[in-house]
């Protein structure tokens, strides 16, 4: 610890203000294209002149000084207290230096994000500091160099250099896969021992697989329930393992389930766009379901990116005066773009640009791209988390289906995907009513008159509970929204017989503007919403019919293959 206080505190500050003036334009670009093969940088463009709050900087350097002393104090008298999970072990607490070490640093980033916070300019400007800041911070932690890892030196020794050595080959092993391992991916195989539903694919074309699953009762609904995953994920989120399988609850609540399990896009699909994944995928996997059961119209269910394709698909059909739809759920979904989150740190128009330039009229965003994104809005639990352990512990990470579903990444067209950043996230065109067309018809949102289910997940990061919520206000049809605890994929991911996190509804059918004046009305309930949802999806599923004997229909619609395909298991 410097004992010089305010000349150190002097230059940190100084040094700050010069990196955020100077740099923080160019760390957002590298953040942004660090994946992109050598296609080169992002345009440039002036990062805007920031400064800091005078006053606030004077209350941080106060609140500084007094947490500097107060853990030198704690550390002549060996009675420091690091609070945090990454320097948690006997091995810190048990080194003097090391444990300062860890105390400096929690002090210094707490202190650095405050800086971040004092930033005087706009709220995007200010998110995208804390951002880049939040980066650097997680990266410089003493935990993360084996220089200054009390638990990996401790455990070197122990191992006699056995973990070093190990952590050496799992580092080259991470190197050859093209990413960090978040668990032990030998020990899954889709089809094996996750995405196990017994079912059958009867359709097919360059887009999708349409699977139909075996019923688990003697009748079903008449009224048959189409799932639409995210593209940008692989289907068997839905059916990770029999016990946490949402296909396979739905199949056992009596439904005849039909998903799509989209193909993982190699080059020969380098050129699609977001109308070929809605009128060649979404709205082609409606009419199959109809033609295979014979039901006029069908349930349908949109996941994430996969609701705001159910969305367009919808808006579609309403435009040419099509109901196949009955009702439909959106989990997790965005419609409205209003509330983005953490995602909206990396889009402007330079970079939506640069996109449109980059694979705009055809290429491929690279799976790993994605992934790594995503990683990197949670990077310690997500990214430091298996460089430590991997890497300077030399531990292979425990098994966990999510985690490896979570590393099965998938490539998405450019078109498409430079088309969704423009349209969305950038302009949030969607809301505004023939403002795009799709397949040829005006969206109009306002047409997409029917009976939905929305949920939102309260912690989720990537469609916050604000941007779920928001669909309310748009969908005119008779609306339930529900809201679970946890974040974008757990909230969703929770079955009933694990009686886990509550869920949150509101009977008095108000739907206020603000998503905080439908909590404060709203009542919570213990454990899963997914019963929640199964008592009102079967409202709309129609009476119970003997449930069928074969999958498909003719010789047509015959089984192509066992679920869950071959589709699905493309690897980027």
Known sequence: MNT????????????????????????????????????GALPKHPAPQLKLDPQKIQKIQTDYFKDAAELWNQSLHNS??????????????????????AAAYLLNARTLMSLADAVDADAKTRARVRFAVEQWVAASA?????????????????????????????????????????????????????ATTEGAVVFENEFFQLIEY????????????????????????????PENSFIRYAVSKGHRTFVVSWRNPDDSMSGKTWDDYIGNAAIEAIHTVKAITGAPKINALGFCVGGTILSNALAVLAARDDDSVASATFLTTLIDFTDTGVLDVFIDE?????????????????????????????????????????????????????????????????????WY?????????????CKVQVCGEGIDLRKVDLPVYLYGSREDHIVPIGGAYASTQVLPGKKRFVMGASGHIAGVINPPA???????????????????????????????????WSGWLKTHAGKQIAAPKTYGKGAKYKAIEPAPGRYVKAKA
């Not at 950043?421 to 009513?433: A, D, G, I, M, S």
Request: glycine fraction near 8%.
């Open 4 to 39: 010089n206080m305010p000349e150190f505190w002097s230059q940190m500050t100084e040094q700050f203000q010069q990196n955020l003036t100077k740099g923080w334009g160019q760390a957002m670009q590298n953040f942004q294209s660090m994946d992109l093969g050598g296609a």
């Open 80 to 101: 420091l207290q690091v609070k945090d999970r990454r320097f948690s072990s006997q091995a810190w607490s048990a080194n003097p230096l090391a444990s300062f070490n």
């Open 142 to 194: 003493p935990s993360n160099y084996l220089a200054m890892n009390a638990e990996a030196q401790q455990k070197a020794v122990e191992t006699k250099g056995e973990s070093i050595a190990k952590g050496i080959q799992n580092l080259v092993h991470d190197m050859e896969q093209g990413h960090v391992s978040m668990t032990d991916e030998s020990l899954f195989e889709v089809g094996k021992n996750v």
């Open 214 to 241: 075996k019923p688990l009762t003697a009748k079903v609904y008449e009224r048959p329930f189409l799932l639409i995953p995210p593209c940008i994920n692989k289907f068997y989120i839905l059916d990770l393992q």
């Open 350 to 418: 330079n970079f939506v640009k640069f996109r449109e330039m980059q694979m705009g009229k055809g290429g491929l965003l690279k799976g790993q791209d994605l992934a790594s994104t995503f990683s990197f809005l949670r990077p310690n639990d997500l990214v430091w988390n298996y460089v430590v352990g991997n890497y300077l512990k030399g531990e292979t990470p425990p098994p966990f289906d999510l985690l490896y579903w979570n590393s099965d990444s998938t490539n998405l067209p450019g078109p498409f995907y430079a």
């Open 421 to 433: 950043l423009r349209n969305t996230y950038l302009e949030n065109n969607l809301v505004k009513p």
């Open 498 to 532: 694990s009686k886990k996190r509550s869920h949150w509804v509101r009977e008095d059918g108000k739907f206020p503007a603000d998503v905080n004046d439908w909590i404060a009305g709203s009542t919570e309930l213990p454990g899963s919403w997914w019963d929640d």
